[in-house]
């Protein structure tokens, strides 16, 4: 039989494109681990969705698994789900993954990750009433989005507001990375001295692992339409 302690456990699920995960995301899961906010941490690559143009779904899973070896390495309180990115049918709405997940979790309580930038707008998504009324959110404080600032009728029912170290977290996109991905490239093939730099900005946002799996998959610059240009991969230790 289980005993109580097995059973209520609280779960911090991220979703996100992970396009590539960068160091700011498994920051974020650091700290709510380390902070006792979360008990375990469930990442959730998306799936294909039809308004962005994404890289492959596993593609992004493999990343956020390699990503996470190397940030997380120490920690047996995480996962990478494929919930999503193994699915033919692509993308799933948030309400629904939420649903699917919680069947392999039915003891434990969820809790959805967003910022707060994105409370405002969350009632419009998919099923976005019964988010608001079933789901518990980790509301990210974002500078600039104080909630006060969202009427109340946007609110989700179950909530906990959190602010983050921002020196900590850090301020990267993954649209940040494969820009200079891009550059990282068109740098190499000219053989400039600008190579070094984007380099080192690059291993500042992502880990080398990450960026070794990137320009072994050649991702970021065929979605450009470049890839023909690029006769030569460089070599990350």
Same mark, same amino acid.
């Given at each position: 039989?289980?005993?109580?302690? /097995?059973?209520?456990?609280?779960?911090?699920?991220?979703?996100?494109?992970?396009?590539?995960?960068?160091?700011?995301?498994?920051?974020?899961?650091?700290?709510?681990?380390?902070?006792?906010?979360?008990?375990?941490?469930?990442?959730?690559?998306?799936?294909?969705?039809?308004?962005?143009?994404?890289?492959?779904?596993?593609?992004?899973?493999?990343?956020?698994?390699?990503?996470?070896?190397?940030?997380?390495?120490?920690?047996?309180?995480?996962?990478?789900?494929?919930?999503?990115?193994?699915?033919?049918?692509?993308?799933?709405?948030?309400?629904?993954?939420?649903?699917?997940?919680?069947?392999?979790?039915?003891?434990?309580?969820?809790?959805?990750?967003?910022?707060?930038?994105?409370?405002?707008?969350?009632?419009?998504?998919?099923?976005?009433?019964?988010?608001? /009324?079933?789901?518990?959110?980790?509301?990210?404080?974002?500078?600039?989005?104080?909630?006060?600032?969202?009427?109340?009728?946007?609110?989700?029912?179950?909530?906990?507001?959190?602010?983050?170290? /921002?020196?900590?977290?850090?301020?990267?996109?993954?649209?940040?990375?494969?820009?200079?991905?891009?550059?990282?490239?068109?740098?190499?093939?000219?053989?400039?001295?600008?190579?070094?730099?984007?380099?080192?900005?690059?291993?500042?946002?992502?880990?080398?692992?990450?960026?070794?799996?990137?320009?072994?998959?050649?991702?970021?610059?065929?979605?450009?339409?470049?890839?023909?240009?690029?006769?030569?991969?460089?070599?990350?230790?």
């Amino acid at each position: 039989n289980s005993t109580a302690s /097995e059973f209520s456990r609280k779960i911090g699920v991220l979703g996100g494109s992970f396009d590539p995960p960068t160091r700011g995301h498994f920051n974020i899961i650091k700290e709510l681990l380390s902070r006792g906010i979360v008990d375990l941490m469930v990442m959730v690559p998306c799936g294909r969705r039809p308004d962005k143009n994404s890289s492959d779904p596993e593609h992004r899973h493999q990343m956020t698994v390699i990503g996470s070896t190397i940030s997380l390495a120490s920690s047996r309180q995480f996962r990478v789900s494929d919930i999503e990115t193994s699915r033919p049918e692509g993308f799933m709405p948030t309400y629904s993954m939420m649903v699917e997940l919680q069947k392999q979790f039915p003891n434990d309580d969820l809790m959805f990750i967003i910022g707060t930038d994105l409370l405002p707008s969350l009632y419009k998504w998919e099923n976005g009433k019964l988010l608001l /009324e079933e789901v518990h959110f980790i509301l990210l404080e974002r500078a600039g989005y104080n909630i006060t600032y969202t009427t109340q009728n946007h609110y989700p029912q179950r909530y906990l507001l959190i602010r983050l170290d /921002e020196h900590n977290i850090g301020n990267c996109s993954s649209t940040q990375v494969r820009q200079l991905v891009r550059d990282y490239h068109a740098a190499y093939q000219e053989r400039l001295e600008s190579v070094n730099y984007f380099y080192d900005r690059i291993v500042e946002l992502i880990s080398r692992r990450v960026f070794k799996f990137i320009l072994q998959n050649r991702l970021y610059i065929d979605m450009e339409g470049q890839g023909s240009e690029f006769r030569e991969i460089p070599e990350i230790q």
